[in-house]
């Protein structure tokens, strides 16, 4: 009966799911998986995650489409160390069937109701509720990320039932990133198996007078929809080719403009262009108007509107060939977006035959006109000629297109001038644009390199932290320098790059040199993932003492990998056998999902001296697939008479949670939950029972807490735990002495006796206990000053002798202790508890020895203050912030920007820089 009862129990799982956080330890916005994901970027989580907790075993990978490396979890996981802010996709690897697929969504803060940057869902959701223009276009400015207006977007929108208005303020949101792209980690390498995408509607004249081009980086008023076309992207990190004439080593020449390095497939991505297009894009186009010239943007003439009705008529009916034959009439020359969708008719073969040389007018005209976008192909064309006047002329497209705010074109325009030795200028340019991922890895060669800058390897590899593999897809160029100047980080990640199939740059060899070189410099994502490649032994030849090694290495911040380094030293695989070393490490892991193995060495196994007072303990860690054998073990042990295994299993049976299903299926009904929960806690309660009769007083309190008992019954099994020297039962009588209860009598000598015999036994656990039992009196105590006579010093007492058991708790081991003290020394209210020197010197230990939060925002109204040390107002700075941790909220965040306020420039410089290290540490370990 009892065992088909347990085979039963095993049956009732959780439903399998994956819980992403965007902070360590299970804070911040958080996301909850039920079914795979391909794209965490689909729901607004891409390389976000720096904790989870995995119900059931689930695969997380670095890139989309379960790409790049993967790693599978089970359980909580509060810091995702060498995976951290970089998961593109996840998906479920077990047996067990999953819950209905859901689409899930990111808990939002109130900003981050933000629309889709690749399908403008929400747009689309708010035209088919009919919701008034202004209401939608007050949601679209609103935005903090940028709305897709790509060509493909745009025309949905049109079909959608878009107003001219509605498109205008699409078309009008500032461009934070190339048009059309998915984002800046999420780059995606072209498929030329996509469909062409349509050609947006032109635009919707209003006479009105000539507008000038607004300032740099505002949209130019112009009438109608000025449209911001797709662009070919050449970037200054772009592929490590061989450098032409005019382009050094590390800034490779652009792609051909055909090619598309960051964003969707824009105009023409699907071929490359023959010379005779690039010239006709280029020099054979006509010669390029002055900044002056092309400062005013010419308004549509009021006579164009009939031709663009009928253009737009045609292009909703998907009649290409007429808005073709429409759109090249000479009263459309002056209309911006008109020439932008000739240039992609042309371009693509739209409604006609391809015409290079018609493609390139158009788009010569659209940049004269002031489209950013236009004027940005234009330079690409003029580029790929390569002569002198070319490049020169192209140079003067990329900055009118960079002053229009276009970031790739000044990404672009850094390149060329750091290929003619113009360094300093190629740096201010890339610093101007620097949240863009190929901007960030050309910053990080100028400064590895101290080319154009001061050289500074801390900025080096801080520019490119977190960058993820993503970012390389636009070119290795920049990285590849930054990893010969020495940094560890372009090290790593071009070693990671190198051991992804998917990257077209597969390369074992170099992989491992690179990455050994940041192993190396103690950089312990890059040590545990080499670590783990020559220890699987799939991409290169397996390499045991090598795998140690860098495993070692990794551990020195990265706890994940106790688990394998207690494996390979139990089996003596890489090094010599060492069970010694193997429990060590599983102990530093917490088990580390070890705890069935490291139970057997405890229980005799491996030659191990036998301790089942360490070996039971260890199974109740034990991983999930090694449960059920745990359990098992802990039954055998409990059922042949040892006393710690009754109590262990007992417990075990009454804190375990009813089955949802029977082992059929079956879905179980409360009364069933209910009738099961009381079996197991019957059972639970007889193992018990036989604990206490071999004068086990761990298992007597336990029976106290889960039996009714009678209150003789339950003092005098606490009163035999006590005498056999158990100090929970100890605390159990105290407690009863002050409230009374158990047919005691109320009695403060009593309680205190008991407690001091508590914290005579040095149990770590019941000193901290004592300690805010002692604490939580005091400031109730506090209440009465002034009101019953003596409450002051009776408050003086109790603090005290919570200082003594949390100093107490910390020798013994409580490192949490310290921010305790820390605490109870900080009280400016009351001149005979406070005591600033020593709250200082605590909260520094609290730091020192633990994240400890609270003490850190202790330690910082210390030096804001200087209360018992200077007052350092970047330490206070510095501390504040990295209580709050990666993503704080704007919230938290206020107390952090007023200090920031106060602080010097070369104050902010010291700060930041002690923040970059810190974040590179992953909030771990953290100094100034």
Not at 254 to 275: D, L, N, R, Y
Not at 448 to 475: P, S
Not at 874 to 892: E, Q
């Amino acid at each position: 009966m009892f065992a088909t009862f347990e085979t039963t129990k095993a049956q009732g799982t959780n439903p399998p799911s994956l819980v992403l956080y965007s902070g360590l330890d299970y804070k911040g916005p958080k996301v909850t998986i039920v079914d795979d994901i391909a794209n965490l970027g689909s729901i607004q989580f891409d390389e976000t995650a720096t904790s989870l907790v995995a119900n059931g075993p689930w695969e997380v990978c670095l890139g989309i489409d379960y790409s790049v490396r993967c790693r599978t979890y089970t359980g909580p996981i509060p810091n995702l160390e060498s995976f951290q802010n970089r998961i593109s996709s996840v998906r479920y690897k077990g047996s067990e069937p999953r819950v209905p697929k859901v689409d899930p969504k990111p808990v939002a803060t109130p900003k981050q109701e933000e629309l889709s940057p690749t399908t403008n869902k929400d747009i689309h959701a708010l035209l088919r509720a009919k919701v008034p223009d202004s209401a939608i276009i007050a949601v679209i400015r609103s935005q903090e990320s940028p709305v897709d207006k790509s060509a493909t977007a745009i025309i949905e929108l049109v079909k959608a039932g878009a107003s001219e208005a509605v498109l205008q303020a699409v078309i009008g949101t500032n461009q934070k990133q190339n048009l059309g792209s998915k984002g800046p980690t999420q780059t995606a390498v072209p498929n030329p198996s996509e469909a062409k995408p349509e050609p947006r509607q032109v635009e919707q004249p209003v006479a009105q007078p000539t507008q000038p081009v607004s300032p740099v980086n505002q949209p130019p008023k112009v009438v109608g929809q000025q449209a911001p076309m797709a662009t070919n992207t050449p970037n200054p990190s772009g592929p490590a080719n061989p450098a032409p004439n005019n382009q050094p080593p590390g800034v490779p020449k652009p792609p051909p403009s055909g090619a598309v390095t960051a964003g969707a497939p824009p105009i023409g991505a699907q071929e490359a262009k023959s010379p005779a297009e690039t010239t006709a894009l280029g020099a054979a186009s006509p010669p390029m108007k002055t900044p002056a010239a092309s400062a005013q943007t010419p308004a549509v003439a009021p006579t164009a509107k009939a031709s663009i009705d009928r253009a737009n008529a045609a292009i909703r009916a998907e009649d290409y060939a007429t808005a073709r034959a429409i759109l090249i009439g000479p009263e459309l020359a002056q209309s911006v977006s008109a020439q932008v969708t000739l240039y992609q008719l042309f371009s693509e073969g739209i409604g006609g035959p391809k015409d290079a040389a018609a493609a390139a007018v158009a788009l010569r005209r659209a940049a004269e006109l002031g489209n950013p976008s236009a004027m940005f192909n234009v330079a690409v064309g003029l580029q790929e000629l390569g002569t002198a006047a070319s490049i020169a002329e192209a140079k003067g497209w990329y900055i009118q297109a960079a002053d229009k705010g276009m970031p790739q074109a000044r990404e672009q325009l850094g390149a060329l001038q750091w290929a003619e030795g113009n360094h300093a200028d190629a740096v201010e340019n890339w610093l101007r644009v620097a949240e863009l991922p190929a901007a960030r890895m050309c910053l990080s060669m100028a400064y590895a390199t101290g080319k154009g800058i001061a050289a500074d390897m801390l900025m080096a590899n801080y520019k490119i932290f977190n960058l993820g593999l993503n970012a390389l897809r636009q070119g290795t160029g920049c990285v590849s320098a930054a990893a010969a100047a020495g940094s560890a980080e372009a090290q790593f990640l071009l070693g990671e790059w190198h051991l992804t199939k998917e990257s077209g740059a597969f390369d074992p060899p170099k992989a491992i040199k690179l990455l050994t070189a940041a192993s190396d410099q103690r950089h312990a994502q890059a040590a545990a993932y080499l670590a783990a490649v020559l220890d699987e032994g799939t991409l290169v030849p397996r390499d045991a003492t090598g795998a140690y090694t860098h495993y070692l290495r990794a551990a020195e911040r990265n706890r994940d990998v106790y688990g394998r380094l207690g494996e390979m030293a139990l089996k003596g695989d890489g090094t010599e056998r060492n069970v010694a070393n193997a429990i060590s490490f599983w102990e530093k892991d917490q088990y580390g999902g070890h705890g069935y193995q490291l139970g057997l060495v405890y229980a005799g196994g491996e030659g191990w001296p036998r301790d089942l007072n360490k070996a039971i303990p260890a199974m109740l860690s034990a991983s999930k697939d090694d449960e059920p054998k745990a359990h098992a073990w802990l039954k055998a042990l409990a059922d042949g008479g040892n006393a710690s295994a009754q109590f262990t299993y007992g417990e075990m049976l009454i804190d375990d949670f009813a089955p949802e299903t029977d082992a059929s299926g079956r879905k179980l009904s409360s009364d069933e939950k209910e009738a099961w929960r009381k079996r197991s806690d019957a059972q639970g309660l007889a193992y018990l029972r036989l604990a206490v009769q071999q004068n086990l007083p761990a298992a007597m309190v336990a029976l106290v807490r889960h039996d009714n008992q009678t209150d003789a019954v339950e003092v005098r099994l606490l009163r035999e735990a006590a005498a056999l020297g158990d100090g929970w039962a100890m605390l159990q009588l105290a407690e009863r002495h002050m409230m009374g209860w158990s047919g005691l009598a109320k009695d403060k000598t009593a309680q205190r006796v008991w407690e001091e015999r508590a914290a005579g036994t040095g149990d770590r656990a019941i000193l901290a206990q004592l300690g805010s039992q002692y604490a939580l009196a005091g400031a109730l105590t506090s209440n009465y000053i002034g009101r019953e006579a003596g409450a002051e010093a009776q408050m003086n007492e109790l603090y005290q002798l919570a200082r003594r058991r949390y100093e107490a708790a910390f020798a013994a081991g409580d490192t949490y202790a310290a921010a305790n003290i820390a605490s109870l020394y900080d009280e400016p209210s009351y001149p005979t508890l406070d005591n600033p020197a020593l709250a200082f010197k605590w909260a520094q230990e609290a730091v020192k020895t633990d994240a400890n939060v609270i003490a850190m925002e202790q330690l910082s109204r210390h030096y804001e203050k200087g209360r018992g040390t200077s007052v350092d107002l970047v330490k206070a700075w510095f501390w504040r912030r990295v209580a709050l941790g990666p993503r704080p909220d704007s919230n938290a965040k206020k107390p952090v920007d007023a200090l920031w306020q106060k602080l010097s420039t070369s104050q902010r410089t010291t700060g930041e820089r002690a923040m970059m290290a810190c974040e590179m540490r992953s909030y771990r370990g953290c100094t100034i």
